[in-house]
């Protein structure tokens, strides 16, 4: 055997070992017969494994459509800058290794992100971000739209098939976590499976809009649950809320959110509602056919609706309860003490003024007298 027929042997098994090794995922997907979500394993063999020397850029065109897998634990410090998205980019996720990027994924608007776990669901997706600290990603969502100063705060599509999302924003941030930037929205949200566990501090909505944004362009229901679970916080000391509209939004709300499934628990803060605006945000259309859904307006120093709009804005799209179980209007009792302190040192301060300004004013009549 030639040096040449050798070195060919060797060169071509790699090749080949590498296209029969496929990827297993769970596919899931809304049976609006059954009313219930349906799931099945599919094997993904052509694709590529993220690693720390990946690129950044994910997908390749706007017409592509490309399959990643994370197979070991992935880490794109924020310094190395976020990563992105072109076209569908289907990410994979398997069980047991971790997906962080620190800096988050941006997601254009006419880009799609579809992410996919395995049969545990434990292949986690982390992003945990201090913006006080780097005060440039104040105005940037998490997985969605860039930077207004870059022109381009509006997301794309976000599907979650599966994993476990652990999101964290500390500090103030102007963006939504999932969704547009500061004054961006989503097109289209949908979760079918896995789990969301997010603390957001900001004005943005945890799911939707960034601050003075709707939370999606979508004509028709932009945010749909189907199923898995959700646990979207807005942090103290933010005003944003839970899913919907960001604070300060008082225009035409496009887009509707619809909860068919799923065990959804969505918390705002500061005057933002739990489901539907942040403060001074009006709510879209809210549908609510099944699942479990726990919404709340805590009170920090105002309240915003469980679901509704935001505090000293106006419900003015409706909201139909058509099935499904829930908890809405938890308070929190150290909130409630804390916002009768707040009222009760705004009255005396306002008593002090008028007396202040009585006594300037007889004062000033003596003298003239």
Known sequence: MSLITVF??????????????GVEYIYRWWDSGAQEVKSETRICTDYTELNDRSSS??????????????????W?????THMQVTGTVN????????????AGVIVP????????????????????????????????????????????PNSGDINIYGGNLDL?????????????????????????????TAVHGG??????????????????????????????????????CGI????????????????????????????????????????????????KVSASGIICYYTGAGIGSGRFANQNNPIRIHGGTQSVGRRDRRGVRRQRRHDRDLKRLCRLYVYCGRRRYRRRQKSQG
């Open 8 to 21: 060919s042997v060797f060169a071509i098994v790699p090749l080949e070992m590498s296209a029969a090794e």
């Open 57 to 74: 850029y994910l997908g390749s065109s706007s017409s592509s459509v490309s399959w990643y897998v994370v197979k070991k634990d992935f």
């Open 76 to 80: 794109r410090p924020y310094y190395a």
């Open 91 to 102: 990410l994979i996720i398997c069980d047991g290794v971790t997906f962080n990027a620190e």
């Open 109 to 152: 608007k006419n880009a799609t992100l579809n992410i996919f776990g395995q049969s545990n669901d434990s292949g986690k997706f982390k992003v945990d971000l201090n913006v006080d600290k780097h005060r440039e990603f104040t105005d940037r969502a998490l997985i969605g739209g860039d930077s207004s100063a870059n022109g381009n």
């Open 168 to 196: 964290k924003i500390h500090g103030f941030s102007t963006a939504a976590m999932i969704g547009g930037a500061k004054g961006g929205s989503l097109n289209r949200f949908a979760m079918y499976g896995g789990t969301l």
């Open 203 to 240: 004005n943005g909505a945890v799911i939707g809009g960034g601050n003075a944004a709707p939370a999606s362009r979508y004509n028709s229901e932009g945010i749909c649950f189907y199923g898995g679970t959700v646990d979207a916080k807005i942090a103290d000391g933010s005003r944003g």
């Open 244 to 291: 919907g509209n960001g604070s300060g939004y008082s225009g035409t709300s496009p887009g509707s959110i619809a909860i068919y499934g799923g065990d959804i628990q969505a918390t705002g803060k500061n005057g933002g509602a739990g489901i539907g605006g942040g403060q001074e945000a009006v709510n879209p259309a809210i549908d609510i056919y099944n699942g």
